[in-house]
Protein backbone atom coordinates (compact mmCIF):
# COMPACT_ATOMS: atom_id res chain seq x y z
CA UNK A 1 0.00 0.00 0.00
CA UNK A 2 0.76 3.58 -0.17
CA UNK A 3 3.20 5.13 2.35
CA UNK A 4 3.77 8.29 4.12
CA UNK A 5 3.63 11.44 1.47
CA UNK A 6 4.74 14.41 2.18
CA UNK A 7 4.20 17.76 -0.07
CA UNK A 8 6.41 19.79 -1.32
CA UNK A 9 9.31 17.90 -1.68
CA UNK A 10 11.41 20.79 -1.46
CA UNK A 11 10.38 24.38 -0.87
CA UNK A 12 12.53 27.81 -0.85
CA UNK A 13 11.16 30.72 1.04
CA UNK A 14 12.19 34.26 1.68
CA UNK A 15 13.29 34.72 4.96
CA UNK A 16 9.94 36.64 7.21
CA UNK A 17 7.36 34.54 4.77
CA UNK A 18 5.18 31.65 5.95
CA UNK A 19 5.39 28.39 5.18
CA UNK A 20 2.60 25.15 4.84
CA UNK A 21 4.18 21.57 5.07
CA UNK A 22 2.06 19.08 4.32
CA UNK A 23 1.96 15.14 5.42
CA UNK A 24 -0.14 12.58 4.38
CA UNK A 25 -0.08 9.15 6.59
CA UNK A 26 -0.36 5.69 6.29
CA UNK A 27 -3.83 5.19 6.26
CA UNK A 28 -5.47 3.92 9.70
CA UNK A 29 -2.48 5.23 11.42
CA UNK A 30 -3.56 7.17 14.26
CA UNK A 31 -0.06 8.50 15.38
CA UNK A 32 1.19 11.10 13.17
CA UNK A 33 4.86 12.94 14.19
CA UNK A 34 7.09 16.14 12.96
CA UNK A 35 10.23 15.78 13.58
CA UNK A 36 13.02 18.31 12.30
CA UNK A 37 16.20 17.07 10.40
CA UNK A 38 19.23 19.97 10.27
CA UNK A 39 22.01 19.08 7.38
CA UNK A 40 24.18 16.22 8.56
CA UNK A 41 22.25 15.97 12.24
CA UNK A 42 19.72 13.90 13.98
CA UNK A 43 16.69 14.00 14.32
CA UNK A 44 14.75 16.84 16.50
CA UNK A 45 11.28 15.91 17.79
CA UNK A 46 9.05 18.50 17.34
CA UNK A 47 5.39 17.45 18.07
CA UNK A 48 3.24 13.83 18.25
CA UNK A 49 -0.60 13.54 16.92
CA UNK A 50 -2.68 10.64 18.44
CA UNK A 51 -5.88 11.33 16.05
CA UNK A 52 -6.58 14.99 15.77
CA UNK A 53 -5.13 16.47 19.35
CA UNK A 54 -1.86 16.49 20.34
CA UNK A 55 -0.48 15.28 23.43
CA UNK A 56 3.21 16.60 23.35
CA UNK A 57 3.92 19.93 21.53
CA UNK A 58 6.91 19.95 23.76
CA UNK A 59 9.19 19.79 20.88
CA UNK A 60 7.68 23.03 19.00
CA UNK A 61 10.40 25.74 19.00
CA UNK A 62 8.58 28.55 18.92
CA UNK A 63 5.67 30.08 18.92
CA UNK A 64 6.47 30.32 15.09
CA UNK A 65 5.46 26.84 14.84
CA UNK A 66 2.46 25.26 14.87
CA UNK A 67 0.86 21.86 13.15
CA UNK A 68 -2.93 20.77 12.75
CA UNK A 69 -4.23 17.76 12.15
CA UNK A 70 -7.78 16.59 10.35
CA UNK A 71 -10.21 13.71 10.06
CA UNK A 72 -6.94 12.05 12.01
CA UNK A 73 -5.07 11.92 8.32
CA UNK A 74 -3.81 14.78 6.83
CA UNK A 75 -1.40 17.20 9.07
CA UNK A 76 0.01 20.32 8.58
CA UNK A 77 3.15 22.25 10.15
CA UNK A 78 3.57 25.88 9.58
CA UNK A 79 6.22 27.80 10.14
CA UNK A 80 5.72 31.67 10.36
CA UNK A 81 7.92 34.55 9.48
CA UNK A 82 10.45 31.74 8.51
CA UNK A 83 14.03 32.60 9.79
CA UNK A 84 17.33 31.19 7.99
CA UNK A 85 17.71 28.75 10.90
CA UNK A 86 14.52 27.04 9.82
CA UNK A 87 16.33 25.72 7.34
CA UNK A 88 16.22 21.69 7.45
CA UNK A 89 14.35 18.85 6.26
CA UNK A 90 10.83 18.42 7.88
CA UNK A 91 10.28 14.54 8.40
CA UNK A 92 6.33 13.28 9.07
CA UNK A 93 6.62 9.38 10.37
CA UNK A 94 3.21 7.39 11.24
CA UNK A 95 2.22 4.60 13.45
CA UNK A 96 -0.53 2.29 14.22
CA UNK A 97 -1.51 2.75 18.23
CA UNK A 98 -2.94 0.31 20.47
CA UNK A 99 -0.99 -0.49 23.66
CA UNK A 100 2.47 -1.35 22.22
CA UNK A 101 4.97 0.89 20.48
CA UNK A 102 4.85 0.07 17.09
CA UNK A 103 7.15 0.81 14.21
CA UNK A 104 7.30 4.76 12.72
CA UNK A 105 6.97 5.13 8.81
CA UNK A 106 8.44 7.92 8.17
CA UNK A 107 7.84 10.44 4.78
CA UNK A 108 10.63 11.16 2.65
CA UNK A 109 10.90 14.80 3.84
CA UNK A 110 10.39 18.25 2.42
CA UNK A 111 13.60 20.34 2.41
CA UNK A 112 13.27 23.84 3.51
CA UNK A 113 15.55 26.60 2.24
CA UNK A 114 15.17 29.69 3.65
CA UNK A 115 17.02 32.49 2.18
CA UNK B 1 14.13 14.03 29.27
CA UNK B 2 15.94 11.06 27.54
CA UNK B 3 19.14 11.80 26.16
CA UNK B 4 20.51 9.26 23.41
CA UNK B 5 24.43 9.59 22.44
CA UNK B 6 25.79 7.22 19.29
CA UNK B 7 29.04 6.94 18.28
CA UNK B 8 31.34 6.97 16.38
CA UNK B 9 29.62 9.35 13.85
CA UNK B 10 31.55 8.32 10.45
CA UNK B 11 32.42 4.52 10.13
CA UNK B 12 34.38 3.54 7.17
CA UNK B 13 34.46 0.06 6.99
CA UNK B 14 36.17 -2.42 3.90
CA UNK B 15 33.39 -4.89 2.42
CA UNK B 16 33.17 -8.28 4.55
CA UNK B 17 34.32 -6.50 7.42
CA UNK B 18 32.10 -5.66 10.43
CA UNK B 19 30.88 -2.24 11.60
CA UNK B 20 29.40 -1.66 15.37
CA UNK B 21 27.68 1.21 16.61
CA UNK B 22 27.02 2.27 20.28
CA UNK B 23 24.55 4.18 21.77
CA UNK B 24 23.68 4.72 25.58
CA UNK B 25 20.57 6.01 27.16
CA UNK B 26 19.67 8.38 29.88
CA UNK B 27 16.03 7.36 30.96
CA UNK B 28 16.07 4.15 32.86
CA UNK B 29 12.22 3.92 32.13
CA UNK B 30 13.19 3.34 28.19
CA UNK B 31 12.37 -0.18 27.20
CA UNK B 32 12.33 0.37 23.54
CA UNK B 33 15.11 1.00 21.01
CA UNK B 34 14.65 0.87 17.41
CA UNK B 35 17.25 1.14 15.10
CA UNK B 36 16.90 3.18 11.37
CA UNK B 37 18.70 3.03 8.36
CA UNK B 38 18.49 6.48 6.26
CA UNK B 39 19.77 6.48 2.54
CA UNK B 40 20.34 9.68 1.03
CA UNK B 41 17.44 12.16 0.22
CA UNK B 42 15.11 9.42 2.01
CA UNK B 43 13.36 9.44 5.11
CA UNK B 44 15.08 6.56 8.10
CA UNK B 45 13.76 3.43 7.75
CA UNK B 46 13.56 0.08 10.68
CA UNK B 47 15.87 -2.33 10.41
CA UNK B 48 15.68 -3.85 13.53
CA UNK B 49 14.34 -3.19 16.95
CA UNK B 50 15.08 -4.93 20.59
CA UNK B 51 12.98 -4.22 23.78
CA UNK B 52 13.97 -4.64 27.15
CA UNK B 53 13.24 -7.88 28.09
CA UNK B 54 15.71 -9.06 25.33
CA UNK B 55 19.56 -8.81 25.49
CA UNK B 56 20.10 -9.75 22.09
CA UNK B 57 18.06 -9.83 18.96
CA UNK B 58 19.79 -11.02 15.08
CA UNK B 59 18.57 -10.53 11.85
CA UNK B 60 20.20 -12.20 9.03
CA UNK B 61 23.53 -10.10 8.94
CA UNK B 62 22.46 -7.64 11.20
CA UNK B 63 22.23 -7.91 15.25
CA UNK B 64 21.42 -5.90 18.24
CA UNK B 65 22.41 -5.98 21.82
CA UNK B 66 21.26 -4.12 24.91
CA UNK B 67 22.88 -3.84 28.72
CA UNK B 68 19.88 -2.48 30.45
CA UNK B 69 22.38 -2.11 33.65
CA UNK B 70 25.13 -0.27 31.75
CA UNK B 71 22.17 1.28 29.87
CA UNK B 72 23.76 1.24 26.39
CA UNK B 73 22.97 -0.55 23.32
CA UNK B 74 24.53 -1.38 20.06
CA UNK B 75 24.38 -2.62 16.48
CA UNK B 76 26.40 -4.89 14.96
CA UNK B 77 26.23 -5.50 10.90
CA UNK B 78 28.54 -8.58 9.52
CA UNK B 79 29.60 -9.23 6.17
CA UNK B 80 29.35 -5.22 5.23
CA UNK B 81 28.17 -4.85 1.61
CA UNK B 82 28.43 -1.10 -0.39
CA UNK B 83 24.62 -1.01 0.22
CA UNK B 84 24.79 -1.03 3.93
CA UNK B 85 26.36 2.29 3.69
CA UNK B 86 23.52 4.72 4.98
CA UNK B 87 23.58 7.23 7.69
CA UNK B 88 22.31 4.41 10.62
CA UNK B 89 20.20 6.11 13.70
CA UNK B 90 19.57 4.75 17.32
CA UNK B 91 16.55 5.38 19.13
CA UNK B 92 14.96 5.05 22.41
CA UNK B 93 11.49 5.07 23.83
CA UNK B 94 9.45 4.46 26.71
CA UNK B 95 6.12 1.47 26.05
CA UNK B 96 3.14 3.10 25.82
CA UNK B 97 4.53 6.58 25.32
CA UNK B 98 5.10 7.51 21.88
CA UNK B 99 8.10 10.09 21.84
CA UNK B 100 11.02 8.36 20.40
CA UNK B 101 14.02 10.28 21.13
CA UNK B 102 17.11 9.50 18.50
CA UNK B 103 20.69 9.40 18.58
CA UNK B 104 22.66 12.04 16.47
CA UNK B 105 23.21 9.35 13.77
CA UNK B 106 26.17 7.57 12.26
CA UNK B 107 26.89 7.78 8.69
CA UNK B 108 28.81 3.88 7.28
CA UNK B 109 30.77 4.23 4.51
CA UNK B 110 31.45 0.56 3.24
CA UNK B 111 34.43 0.33 0.95
CA UNK B 112 34.40 -2.22 -2.12
Known amino acids: GAGVSQSPSNKVTEKGKDVELRCDPI?????LYWYRQRLGQGLEFLIY????????KSGLPSDRFSAERTGESVSTLTIQRTQQEDSAVYLCASSRTSGTLYEQYFGPGTRLTVT | GENVEQHPSTLSVQEGDSAVIKCTYS??????FPWYKQELGKGPQLIID?????GEKKDQRIAVTLNKTAKHFSLHITETQPEDSAVYFC???????????FGTGTKLQVIP
Open chain 1, 49 to 56: FQGNSAPD
Open chain 2, 50 to 54: IRSNV
Open chain 2, 27 to 32: DSASNY
Open chain 2, 91 to 101: AASTQGYQKVT
Open chain 1, 27 to 31: SGHTA
